[in-house]
T-cell receptor, first 113, second 117 residues
Framework: GENVEQHPSTLSVQEGDSAVIKCTYS??????FPWYKQELGKRPQLIID?????GEKKDQRIAVTLNKTAKHFSLHITETQPEDSAVYFC????????????FGKGTKLSVKP | GAVVSQHPSWVICKSGTSVKIECRSL??????MFWYRQFPKQSLMLMAT?????????EQGVEKDKFLINHASLTLSTLTVTSAHPEDSSFYIC?????????????FGPGTRLLVL
């Protein structure tokens, strides 16, 4: 089955700097890759997603890139702010946005003011 | 965005009792829902796929007789933790996909925190 690896497990940056989180997946049939932000005790919130027919997607300060050949995708956050501090999870699905999600282990991002 | 609710938001029970958790899609119909479990400081682990009108599909290592899933309608799935034990204490989260395979995404419920004493 699908296996999703996520790095780093923790990331600390200064406010205003960029943060990059990387994930790799094992199943070449995966075609949907969402990123979630989870604050302590709360539900995961979708922040951006990308489908396998696209190589890059951007939404304001957040961008995701996908390399299907290498089977990895990355989350880029620019101009980080203290409120970006949270745990971020990548995930993959072989059935688009309708299928079950296999999650990475998460990255705890701390943005220092 | 769509709304998915869960009830209860938290529950404390004695070891050996059963606990039912409800997951509802409030403004859309969901023929499929997913149940995840999240232990402290860990990731979400898929437990099972709930299918309206048919049996649930369980992930490897998840006991179907212990975690009973019933997808009673197009807007409701329930997870019953039977004979709960302290090791079942966790954060249980459901999700429901909305829309066609070409668009939309999954919406997560707020989660249910279970503590078994």
């Amino acid at each position: 089955g699908e296996n999703v690896e996520q790095h780093p497990s923790t990331l600390s940056v200064q406010e205003g700097d960029s943060a990059v989180i990387k994930c790799t997946y094992s199943d070449s049939a995966s075609n949907y890759f969402p990123w979630y932000k989870q604050e302590l005790g709360k539900r995961p919130q979708l922040i951006i997603d990308i489908r396998s027919n696209v190589g890059e997607k951007k939404d304001q300060r957040i961008a995701v890139t996908l390399n299907k050949t290498a089977k990895h995708f990355s989350l880029h956050i620019t101009e980080t702010q203290p409120e970006d501090s949270a745990v971020y999870f990548c995930a993959a699905s072989t059935e688009g946005s309708q299928g079950n999600l296999i999650f990475g282990k998460g990255t705890k991002l701390s943005v220092k003011p | 965005g769509a709304v998915v609710s869960q009830h209860p938001s938290w529950v404390i029970c004695k070891s050996g009792t059963s606990v039912k958790i409800e997951c509802r899609s409030l403004d859309f119909q969901a023929t499929t829902m997913f149940w995840y479990r999240q232990f402290p400081k860990q990731s979400l682990m898929l437990m099972a796929t709930s299918n309206e009108g048919s049996k649930a599909t369980y992930e490897q290592g998840v006991e179907k007789d212990k975690f009973l899933i019933n997808h009673a309608s197009l807007t409701l799935s329930t997870l019953t933790v039977t004979s709960a034990h302290p090791e079942d204490s966790s954060f249980y989260i459901c999700s429901a996909p909305k829309g066609s395979s070409g668009g939309e995404t999954q919406y997560f419920g707020p989660g249910t925190r279970l503590l078994v004493l």
